[in-house]
């Protein structure tokens, strides 16, 4: 299975459009959050991802309407909006989990999880999926320009038990294109370039 990755789009549709223009040589699209910019425009790239043929998985980002991802997907044949949730394609379970994982800002658009919520909706991931995170795990992907690590501790914590095949996330733009593992589990902050994976 070939997998094309990105995350953090805001709003780019010169991006969104390479994204399209790839999708053909893709078996899954994998889109990691953050389609909008602070609550606003996330169609302005949606719309143009709808026109990919094969299934688009996707997880809300902290700057995304998590209610609007999920009603855009509803008229979207190929699209899967995973938040707490999963889906089985060609044998291979996804598993999504979106939004900025502690909260970090306390703006009205901030898309957020608690730690311990995040720890919850993790236990229903089925084991050896394809977690799809907005937020990395603590401590791997997730380097801020100060040097601090602005991850997710209930992410990090759930690798173990269950043996995540992959962790794909975004968020944290200093970090974008940085990789490591989590236990067993190879983690990449995609950032909005194309990203491609074996599976």
């Keep these: 299975m070939k ?3 990105f995350s953090d789009l805001h709003r780019d549709q010169v991006a969104a459009e390479m994204i399209v223009e790839a999708s053909g040589d893709a078996d899954v699209i994998v889109g990691a959050g953050d389609f909008a910019t602070r ?3 996330a169609s302005d790239t949606l719309n143009i991802l709808m026109r990919c043929k ?3 998985v996707l997880v809300h980002g902290n700057h995304d309407d998590p209610d609007e991802i999920s009603m855009f997907c509803e008229s979207w044949e190929h ?3 995973l938040h707490g949730g999963s889906v089985v394609i060609n044998g291979q379970s996804f598993f999504g989990l979106g939004g900025e994982i502690p909260s970090r800002n306390s703006h009205d658009w901030n898309a957020t999880e608690t730690e311990a919520n995040a720890s919850l909706l993790l236990k ?3 084991k050896a999926s394809i977690l799809i995170s907005h937020t990395p795990p603590f401590g791997t992907a997730d380097l801020q320009t100060d040097g601090s690590h602005e991850g997710s501790v209930a992410i990090r914590n759930a690798a173990a038990d269950h043996q995540f095949k992959l962790i794909l996330c975004g ?3 200093n970090a974008w294109g940085m990789n490591g593992t989590v236990a067993s589990a190879p983690v990449h902050n995609l ?3 194309l990203n491609w994976f074996d599976i």
Excluded: D, N, S
Aim: proline fraction near 14%; include cysteine.
């Design 191 to 193: 950032g909005p370039t």
């Design 171 to 173: 968020h944290i733009h």
């Design 124 to 126: 229903k991931c089925p």
């Design 54 to 56: 094969v299934p688009v």
């Design 39 to 41: 609550g606003h425009g």
């Design 3 to 5: 997998l094309l990755a």
């Design 79 to 81: 699209g899967h909006y």
